[in-house]
């Protein structure tokens, strides 16, 4: 999922300030799953909002939903009717929400309520850690299912560097060398070998590097 | 049942807790019981006490005495006394005087729970009591202590009124003492009970100074000895020293006690008040009784009961449990009731005066508008005034049908108020509410209503300084959330009739065998690949029992009966379901099968542990206790000059906290053994406090008697052992505290009475989800009073997992978590559902944030519907989830969003008017 934090509440009262009639959009999807966003959350911020306006003396309406996504415009559709009458919509899903909703509303002052963070998953209750980069040519299964594209904090892709200890990376001892993950897994499973297997360098043209992404399917697209 | 046993109802004479606890256990397996009480209430003792840890005792007692009053098949027959009793087992007669009338009553077992009284001390004149208006009795005490006491639980001294600032308790006052009062035994409890008086006492006047003189402290039950370092950290002084008179100091109506300390220096010091720990004996009347109807006592008066058969006594038909039976604390007389119980399933089919109780169809009032019951329930000392106050306040709502005081016969008077009104739930407002809940759930069951449709108001957290205010506010606050709650879904289960025993210890055996006896199968699932447990180590009881002989013929019993399976090189490694229904799965010799059982009874045990100190595995003649006997050969003990016996090993260290109870007894018992033995050996017990409690104080005494020598020692200067090698002499050197300098004994051999621990309880409580005490042991249900239940309902428990303690008090333990198993089995459907939480689907995003925060792992996701799935047999409506769930798919019916908002709505509405 992608995972994203809720900006801190100093920051989103400085965008709506002053304004009278804030709706707090959440979204069902990820960011309900990593408990940032879902209608818990936009019920949270809404209480926040309205609390710091009273303790200006502002009576702020703010108002709260939760849509199915705001990744499809079907969904962003939901509040085609209720978006014109607030001054902003503070939208707490990852990155690609707010900006739908700015295209889909273009009159709209739309606000980012989180920072989105990465592609990941829960290792526990509260602790999510990052898996994917995105690359657009996937290729951990030379890794023993690991990626250091995402988990390598230099990303190499040729073995470990000289700030691997005790199999943890030199930036910090909360960080598993992934390589060392990688080499111990590949000898567990007698197959150091394969990691010894010459393969061209990867071609970075499908990720970022090649420029904003787009993607068609044909057989999709009527 | 195969074999053929008469059928009858049971009499119970005493309505103390422990008769009540028998009465209650005998009624739910189907017995008719009269419940027959001398004095004009039920209770026995413990209203008279302040506190049972912590609340105030009126509150765990009243709803027990209400399910009495209120069950089909109990009758109480209250101011009565019973003269004479004849027949035998099955058809016996009893002739029992009511007010001046005589009847007779026919039952076909007899249970004698009529307590105990406390001693008198007028009697002891050095103790002034009588005499000097500030010497007063510890039960005296109690009374001034409680809130609802005559000075609202103010102490105040009585000679002038001051609130004393500097009390004593003097300790074993009517106990272990035959030169004075005749009574060799330990009371047992008083230990406790000082404690607990002193504690409160400086919890609610820390400026107070509070002294305990004592000569040993006995705190050897659950969770006690964490109750003295508890109070010992609470500022209470303990001094070891008998004070042998009290002396009054002119005009000032103050105490002079003037005592010795242990080296013998002399002290003095002046009090405002003594407080003189009373000691337990048997109450004369019943007494009289016993002899009457040629039941043996033993040299203490008590009822004389056989180690292995703690409940019977000598005439068949006839069972005892409680202060009768020995000096019990309150979790011990429960256990022994229900044990008693369990013990007339064996011998007498139940006769029941009346079917249980059948519920009209419920029917949920969904659509209909609220229409509360506002009823109300003030203990004895409550302002009278709150009634008046709470019904004008109540009257002035339009969706309240009317106001009712309910005091006796609580249920009754519900249903009966309820069909008056046409209301359709109910508001209960009373003390400690929580403890009131069966009353009401009951009543609505009754009244053909959702159990849940009702809410409760606190009247013991009033703040005194502006009750009507607070009175007001509550009461509006609660028929507002009472007019929202809406009915909680209910299923109704049919109840597996088997039972499922963890452990093959005497405590798994012993319920095993009682639940079997009593007609239900039962699977036995032990660990080892014997059965005996720890029991296969220990040669006797400390009364002298055989247990080789008892452990046989058990494990023998148990095997040939047709209604037990025994698996033993097995262990349940997985638990599900809830009460009434569970399944477990069993892993035995690598192969997997699965149990389905109404009620489980764990008795996992203990082990010893292992010491790493006293030189131990250094030296082939320093042994555990519990290998002493089986390595040591007699033709040593014959040739031996000296012995050592270390205490405490492991114990009461601050790694392990607690007491392991039975190691004193052992020691005491191994001693006089040994010298009968040999009488030439000299016999040394080092120990830290001598915990002969009940009447094991007559073991001590016959111990010094015959000359084993007891040095105490301090955990701040151990004894020392040194060897210099595995067969060569071993010293012990120990600071003897009345000679002031250390001794040095050359030993023969050593025994170690290591500790106690909880080693497998961990493992049990994770499979079957059930919580531990801060020691370790299985953990009693929240709801107090239930000392062999679980945290988890349908689940008892038994024997050394519970906490350490001898072979007798397991076996009532065992028998006693029998009945209370039967209890359940005797069903045939249980409800489940209630106040739990529900998943709704639509909004669920399965995030798991429910499946991972719940303390008790119960939701799951299911992969099929898509969502997260709470089991609502296994909720248990802490409501974690509810405030978790990032998507708010979960609700619990009493307190949704459309409660919480909407009561303080209508509560400012009806302010605003």
Redesign the interface.
């Known amino acids: 999922m992608i995972v994203a934090e809720a900006k801190p509440i100093s920051e989103i009262l400085t965008m709506v300030k002053g304004l009278k009639k804030v709706l707090v959009l959440g979204c069902k999807g990820c960011v309900t799953v990593c408990n940032v966003g879902g209608a818990k959350e936009a019920g949270i911020l809404a209480s926040s909002i309205r609390i710091a306006g009273r303790k200006e003396g502002i009576m702020v309406d703010v108002g709260e939903h939760t849509l199915e996504r705001q990744c499809d415009p079907e969904y962003i559709e939901e509040v085609k009717d209720i978006v014109p009458s607030y001054d902003a919509v503070v939208s707490i899903a990852c990155g690609v929400g707010p900006q739908f909703l700015s295209e889909r509303y273009p009159g709209a002052k739309v606000f980012p309520g989180v920072n989105t963070k990465f592609m990941g998953g829960a290792v526990a209750h509260g602790i999510w850690s990052e898996r994917c980069a995105g690359c657009g040519t996937c290729v951990i299964h030379y890794f023993g299912g690991m990626c250091p594209i995402a988990r390598c904090s230099k990303s190499l892709m040729n073995g470990p560097c000289g700030g691997s200890s005790h199999g943890k990376c030199e930036i910090s001892k909360d960080v598993d060398c992934i390589w060392d993950m990688i080499v111990r897994k590949a000898m567990d499973q007698g197959r150091l070998n394969d990691l010894l297997e010459f393969r061209p360098p990867k071609s970075w043209t499908t990720a970022r590097d090649g420029g904003p992404r787009r993607m068609i399917r044909e057989e999709l697209v009527k | 049942m195969a074999k053929k046993i008469p059928k009858g109802s049971v009499m119970v004479l005493g309505g103390g807790i422990a008769g009540i606890q028998a009465s209650l256990s005998l009624a739910g397996a189907g017995y008719g019981v009269y419940l027959v009480e001398r004095s004009h209430s039920l209770g026995g003792m413990i209203p008279n006490l302040h506190r049972i840890y912590p609340l105030c005792a009126c509150c765990k007692l009243d709803s027990r005495i209400d399910a009495c009053n209120q069950h089909p098949n109990i009758r109480i027959l209250l101011d009565s006394t019973v003269d004479e009793i004849s027949g035998t087992l099955g058809d016996m007669k009893a002739s029992v005087t009511t007010d001046g009338r005589t009847s007779e009553i026919k039952a076909g077992a007899i249970v004698l729970a009529t307590g105990i009284e406390t001693f008198d001390p007028s009697g002891l004149e050095p103790y002034s009591y009588g005499r000097h208006p500030n010497v007063v009795t510890s039960v005296e005490y109690e009374q001034m202590q409680r809130p609802l006491g005559p000075e609202k639980g103010v102490v105040k001294r009585p000679s002038d009124g001051k609130e004393p600032r500097r009390i004593a308790w003097l300790q074993c006052v009517g106990s272990r003492d035959v030169n004075r009062c005749k009574v060799p035994y330990c009371s047992s409890v008083c230990c406790m009970y000082a404690l607990k008086e002193a504690a409160n006492t400086r919890d609610t006047s820390p400026e107070t100074e509070t002294t305990v003189f004592y000569m040993d402290m006995r705190t050897h039950g659950k969770g006690y000895e964490n109750y003295l370092n508890n109070a010992v950290s609470k500022g209470v002084r303990l001094i070891r020293s008998r004070v042998h008179s009290v002396n009054q100091t002119a005009d000032t109506g103050d105490v002079a006690l003037s005592w010795a300390e242990e080296n013998g220096t002399l002290n003095e010091e002046i009090f405002d008040m003594v407080v003189l720990s009373v000691g337990l004996k048997p109450s004369a009347q019943t007494l009289a009784l016993a002899e009457k109807i040629g039941i043996e006592l033993n040299p203490d008066h008590y009822v004389s009961s056989d180690p292995f058969n703690p409940v019977s006594t000598s005439v068949p038909g006839v069972f005892v449990c409680g202060g009768m039976a020995g000096p019990n604390d309150i979790g011990q007389s429960m256990g022994q009731a229900s044990a008693a119980a369990a013990e007339i399933q064996r011998v007498l089919a139940p006769a029941p005066f009346a079917k249980p109780a059948d519920y009209p169809q419920n029917n949920d009032l969904k659509l209909s508008p609220p229409k509360i019951l506002v009823a109300y329930h003030l203990c004895g000392g409550m302002d009278e005034e709150l009634g008046a106050e709470i019904e004008k306040i109540a009257e002035g709502f339009q969706n309240v049908a009317g106001v009712r005081r309910i005091d006796e016969a609580a249920v009754s008077s519900l249903v009966e108020a309820f069909k008056k009104t046409k209301a359709n739930r109910i508001l209960f407002a009373s003390c400690t509410p929580s403890s009131h809940k069966p009353v009401v759930e009951e009543a609505l069951k009754r009244s053909g209503v959702n159990p849940y449709l009702y809410d409760t108001v606190d009247l013991r957290v009033l703040d005194p300084s502006d009750v009507s205010n607070q009175l007001r506010d509550r009461i509006r606050m609660g028929v507002a959330r009472a007019s929202l709650v809406s009915p909680a879904a209910l299923v109704s289960m049919k109840v597996e009739k088997r039972a499922l025993v963890v452990g093959g210890g005497p405590a798994g055996l012993e319920s095993a065998l009682s639940l079997a006896d009593a007609g239900y199968p039962v699977t036995l699932v032990e660990r080892q690949e014997e059965l005996g447990g720890n029991a296969r180590h220990i040669k006797s009881t400390w009364q002298g029992g055989n247990v080789a002989q008892y452990l046989d013929g058990l494990i023998r019993k148990t095997k040939d009966h047709p209604g037990i399976t025994v698996m033993t090189r097995a262990e349940v490694v997985s638990n599900h379901g809830s009460c009434g229904s569970f399944i477990a799965a069993v892993l035995k010799e690598g192969v997997r099968s699965e149990i389905r059982y109404g009620a489980g009874i764990l008795a996992p045990g203990a082990e010893t542990i292992v010491p790493a100190e006293y030189s131990y595995g250094k030296n082939s003649r320093i042994y555990l206790w519990s290998e002493l006997f089986a390595k040591l050969d007699s033709a040593f003990i014959g040739k031996a000059r000296n012995a050592v016996f270390i205490q405490c090993v492991g114990s009461r260290e601050p790694q392990m906290p607690h007491c392991s109870n039975l190691c004193c007894s052992f020691a005491l018992r191994s001693a006089l053994d040994l010298k009968e033995q040999n009488p030439d050996l000299n016999i040394y017990i080092l120990f830290r406090e001598m915990r002969a409690f009940g009447e094991r104080e007559n073991l001590y005494r016959a111990a010094r008697e015959k000359g084993i020598i007891f040095i105490r020692y301090d955990l701040n200067s151990k004894p020392a052992v040194h060897s210099a090698g595995r067969d060569e002499i071993i010293t012990v050197t120990v600071q003897e505290p009345i000679l002031g300098r250390p001794v040095t004994i050359e030993a023969d051999f050593i025994s170690l009475q290591s500790a106690i621990a909880p080693t497998g309880c961990r493992e049990t409580a994770k499979v079957f989800n059930v919580e531990l005490d801060p020691d370790g042991f299985l953990a009693e249900a929240p709801e107090k009073l239930r000392p062999l239940d679980t945290t988890m309902k349908g689940l008892f428990m038994a024997g050394l997992a519970v906490y350490p303690k001898d072979i007798t008090e397991s076996i009532a333990q065992a028998r006693g978590a029998a009945a209370r198993a039967a209890e359940i089995l005797a069903q045939d459907e249980v409800q489940i559902g209630g106040l739990v939480a529900e998943v709704n689907s639509a909004?669920c995003?399965?995030?798991?944030?429910c499946v991972?925060?719940c303390p008790f792992g119960v939701p799951r996701i299911d992969y099929e519907k898509g969502a997260a799935y709470i089991d609502p047999a296994l909720c248990r409506g802490c409501g974690m989830c509810v405030a978790e769930?990032?998507?708010?798919a979960i609700v619990m019916s009493s307190m949704s969003d459309e409660t919480l908002n909407g009561a303080p709505a209508v509560f400012f509405a009806a302010a605003a008017k």
């Open positions: 909004r995003a399965e995030c798991c944030t991972r925060t769930c990032p998507g708010k």
